[in-house]
């Protein structure tokens, strides 16, 4: 049964097969990599498409998993790149007194400096290995602007009113 795509959020990527029996190298976007096995089937972007995994051991992309019904490197490899999602509900919550967003809770929020002018929105939030950066689509068909996602340059994020403050540092405006 189809799930709604409005509630899924992206925890993995398959990135390539592993061998000759279906395995496949999975890239977890989850802070703990094989929380994203215990959260029940994962679904493709649409929420049509629905995979069960099993973990087979650590890999240094992530992990190496066999997905139900992959069988041969062929069917693992015409899945590489899919991004896999699951519904938010299967989510763990977030503690109250934690200080912590699901990247997908920042996406959309709308972005002002600290002098309350207007920046732009939050388009994506990217992992390029040295920690998160945000991608702020700004008005008018300008560059995105890439910031990195730390505290001293986003000192406010408020879901409730889907707002974000950043104090860019000089010359990054």
């Known amino acids: 049964m189809p799930v709604d795509p409005a509630e899924l959020i992206c925890v993995a990527e398959f990135a390539a097969p592993q061998g000759v029996r279906g395995q496949l190298r999975l890239r977890p976007f989850t802070e703990d990599p094989e929380a994203v096995a215990e959260y029940g089937p994962l679904y493709d972007r649409t929420g049509r498409r629905q995979?069960?995994?099993?973990?087979?051991?650590?890999?240094?992309?992530?992990?190496?998993?066999?997905?139900?019904?992959?069988?041969?490197?062929?069917?693992?490899?015409?899945?590489?790149?899919?991004?896999?999602h699951v519904p938010r509900a299967a989510l763990p919550p977030i503690e109250d007194d934690e200080e912590a967003w699901y990247h997908a809770d920042l996406i959309g929020l709308d972005v002002t400096d600290t002098g309350g002018v207007a920046v732009g929105q939050v388009r994506a939030v990217h992992d390029f290995g040295?920690?998160?950066?945000?991608?702020?689509?700004?008005?008018g068909g300008a560059e995105p602007l890439m910031l990195p996602f730390t505290r001293d340059y986003v000192p406010v994020i408020d879901l409730d009113l889907k707002r974000m403050m950043i104090d860019p540092p000089e010359g990054l405006e």
Not at 57 to 81: E, F, I, M, N, Y
């Open 130 to 139: 040295a920690g998160d950066v945000l991608e702020i689509a700004r008005p």
């Open 51 to 84: 995979f069960r995994i099993r973990i087979i051991s650590p890999h240094k992309v992530g992990l190496v998993v066999k997905v139900d019904g992959v069988d041969d490197r062929d069917a693992a490899a015409a899945l590489t790149g899919l991004q896999l």
